[in-house]
């Protein structure tokens, strides 16, 4: 043992012995990964699994756990098991979207409740089917699977579009399942879902699955099936689920376990876990957080540039960019800027008259007719900033902007989504003023003044992400309107 454990440590480790299925609800800074080692460090004569989110979260589980747990990613067992024979094809190169739609047999346009869907947009629209469906627990492709575009949100408009793209999506799925060069481009998670459609058997007397609470359906229905031959040990932060719009979901919920806590983190002090629980107390979750005693932990405006901005949205992201640029401070981004240059692209080539290929954008011909959309349909109000900031410093700017990004370790600030923040976490962190308060109702009090709805869960688990990156200091700028609002507990 490398520390004392908390009293809620060692009644998990108590737990874990019983042999019963768990749930193990961690907040931010809590040491999950040191919790589960601690727990398989209890069981030295029984042989485990660990599953972790991605490859460096299992390196470094490897590292720390007994050489009775067996670290890894779904990908990496789904690789061992049958994505070898692939990997030929996920070294091959990429291939523009209207030479894949050829392939697949889409040559002519289509035209759908008015709008005009070019073979490019059709192709790419049948492979996020194919992504949708592979991070599914479905077994077969359906019409749920095709995704909605902008413009064409209604049930009709997307039963037409969908009848449409299925055959070619099928025709897609079936190109990648030969191990020989095909069509379309092999993703790793192509192979995880054909590893999954064989009912895997995982070996072990007991399975830690970690980031419980961001479990895609595969990886979810893969675990579930283990359960009569292994224990089952799920562990996460509820308050942190944070990608249910991209189809994962907290799997712990509803897990039948017995449900425990861990709740003192030792990543900042008394201070920041208040403001970490204001937000905790918002989403309804099931724990509030300690912080330790012995860090001191400020939250209070920032002086001078703090190591990291945290933003609501891309946009941003882009605007903290533009200004640090303005001040000759040296800025990076985390995930680098190819997502911003592809919207700054877009953006340009509507301006000049010509259409773009962009997902998110691909419906509109001229920017008059995106910004018409952003202003007066309710389905596009999410791209009103965007416009403004296009409008306001112009596509050349933005993409001169992204240009001078520098890598993290040569930046003297880090700009960072709140959702690429995740699993992150920096000295001093200031929030951006992009995570803006709920719209208000038509309803006043009784001071005459507008009642605003109420916080999004969702929102409010974001928050509390952002806030509880910080180790040293959180200037929480960007979020003071809680302060006023009626959800604010007292």
Not at 405 to 426: C, F, N
Not at 482 to 488: E, G, I, K
Request: hydrophobic share 40%; proline share 6%.
């Amino acid at each position: 043992m490398s520390f004392a454990p908390t009293e809620e440590q060692s009644a998990a480790a108590e737990a874990f012995t019983s042999g019963e299925p768990l749930a193990i609800q961690a907040g931010a800074g809590t040491g999950k990964t040191s919790t589960l080692a601690f727990l398989a460090e209890q069981a030295p004569g029984r042989r485990g699994r660990y599953i972790a989110f991605n490859r460096a979260i299992a390196l470094d589980a490897a590292s720390r756990f007994p050489a009775t747990v067996a670290c890894n990613t779904a990908h990496s067992l789904a690789y061992a098991a049958l994505g070898y024979r692939y990997r030929d094809r996920l070294n091959s190169p990429r291939r523009p979207g209207w030479q894949v739609g050829q392939d697949l047999g889409l040559h002519a346009p289509a035209r759908i409740q008015g709008r005009d869907l070019p073979p490019s947009t059709l192709s790419n629209t049948s492979l996020r089917a194919v992504a949708r469906y592979c991070q599914s627990a479905d077994r077969e492709l359906a019409h749920h699977h095709v995704p909605r575009l902008r413009g064409l949100e209604t049930e009709e408009a997307h039963a037409e579009l969908a009848d449409l793209i299925l055959p070619y999506a099928m025709k897609a799925w079936a190109d990648l399942q030969s191990p020989q060069a095909g069509t379309v481009r092999f993703e790793h998670d192509h192979y995880l879902k054909m590893w999954a459609l064989t009912d895997p058997v995982l070996n072990g007397d007991y399975l830690l699955l970690d980031e419980a609470q961001d479990t895609n359906s595969v990886v979810e229905q893969i675990v579930l099936a283990q359960q009569e031959r292994s224990q089952i040990v799920m562990v996460g932060d509820s308050a942190q689920a944070i990608y249910g719009w991209r189809g994962a979901r907290d799997v712990m919920a509803d897990f039948d376990a017995r449900h425990l806590t861990v709740t003192r983190s030792f990543r900042f002090g008394r201070d920041l876990a208040d403001e970490a629980n204001r937000w905790l107390t918002i989403s309804k979750a099931p724990i509030q957080l300690t912080g330790s005693a012995d860090i001191s932990t400020s939250v209070g405006p920032q002086l001078g540039h703090p190591d990291a901005v945290l933003c609501r949205t891309n946009i941003g992201a882009v605007s903290e960019i533009l200004n640090l640029l303005k001040e000759g401070v040296l800025p990076a981004l985390v995930g680098g800027g190819a997502s911003l240059r592809g919207l700054a692209q877009a953006a340009h080539d509507l301006n000049q008259g010509r259409r773009t290929h962009h997902p998110e954008l691909v419906l509109f011909t001229t920017w008059a007719a995106l910004r018409d959309y952003a202003e007066h349909d309710p389905a596009g109000s999410d791209l009103q900033p965007f416009a403004n900031l296009v409008d306001e410093h112009g596509p050349e700017a933005i993409l001169l902007a992204v240009g001078r990004l520098v890598p993290e370790d040569h930046a003297q600030v880090t700009v960072s989504t709140a959702h690429k923040a995740k699993g992150r976490e920096w000295a001093r962190v200031r929030i951006a003023p992009d995570f803006t308060p709920p719209p208000d109702t038509d309803d006043i009090d009784a001071s005459g003044r507008p009642i605003p709805r109420a916080i999004d869960e969702a929102e409010a688990r974001l928050a509390y992400v952002a806030v509880t990156r910080a180790r040293r200091h959180l200037d929480p700028s960007g979020l003071a309107w809680v302060s006023q609002h009626p959800d604010n507990p007292k």
